[in-house]
């Protein structure tokens, strides 16, 4: 299973942390970021989220990303996988999972990753709200 | 027929095919997600922008062949692909 995906479909957070550390068995930490779909935003209730990306450069940013975040960090092995469809509130949106010898790298490399994903990847959300839709230009 | 062929070849030279295309809120304003435009001569990225509408001081991500670019002097070559997008909002 390839460990960076943009794809529609959910994911299992036990099957991507079990891939994960299937890599190596000297991880002695693994942190993971889930990023799930809210029911409101600024005040304003979503009833869902419509994901758009540009395919193939979405696809070689997250890449670079990995490879990256695996020359920055003393870790052993990342995945991201990120959904890239209509979602309600309370699905999974993306996961980030790192593993490494020690806990410390693992923090801080899942956490670099999920917050340059929102600035180098070319995905973008659309909420639907009652009062209309509208694109989210902020990355929070 | 000789001096025909050779303006045509000439003319030919000149057009330059690229893709451009468009993402997110900027899709919508454009009307559309994609289209093929025919550069006669040089067009620059700023050229291209301002060719369109679109304010080249606004939040933009400009990629070209799918690698992000800043320098809005870049000249647009033959087959290129320009993307013009909004600020990221992935995660």
């Known amino acids: ?140 | 027929m000789i001096i025909s062929q050779f303006v045509s070849i000439r003319v030919y030279s000149w057009l330059n095919m690229v893709k451009v295309l468009f993402f997110g809120l900027i899709a919508e304003q454009q009307g559309r997600r994609e289209y093929e435009l025919v550069v006669n001569g040089e067009l620059t990225l700023t050229e291209l922008l301002a060719s369109l509408d679109i304010d080249s001081e606004a939040p933009l991500i400009l990629a070209l062949n799918q690698q992000q670019v800043d320098d809005l002097a870049m000249v647009i070559s033959d087959g290129d692909e320009v993307a013009i997008m909004p600020p990221f909002s992935g995660g």
């Not at chain 1, 068995?25 to 209730?45: N, P």
């Not at chain 1, 670079?64 to 995945?79: H, Q, V, Y």
């Open chain 1, 1 to 140: 299973m390839n460990g960076v995906r943009i794809q529609q479909e959910d994911f299992s957070i036990e099957a991507e942390v079990d891939a994960l550390r299937s890599v190596s068995k000297c991880m002695g930490g693994i942190a993971t970021f889930l990023g799930c779909a809210r029911d409101f935003s600024e005040g304003r209730d979503v009833s869902a989220i419509t994901f758009e990306q540009y395919a193939g450069m979405a696809a070689q940013a997250m890449q670079a990303l990995r490879t990256e975040a695996m020359e920055r960090f003393d870790i052993i092995e990342a995945r991201i996988v990120h959904r890239v469809t209509t979602v309600y509130a309370g699905d999974q949106i993306v996961l980030i999972a790192v593993g490494a010898e020690h806990r410390g790298p693992a923090f801080e490399a899942c956490e670099w990753i999920i917050d340059t994903l929102k600035q180098r990847v070319p995905i973008w959300k659309k909420e639907v709200t009652p009062e209309g839709d509208s694109w989210v230009t902020e990355h929070p």
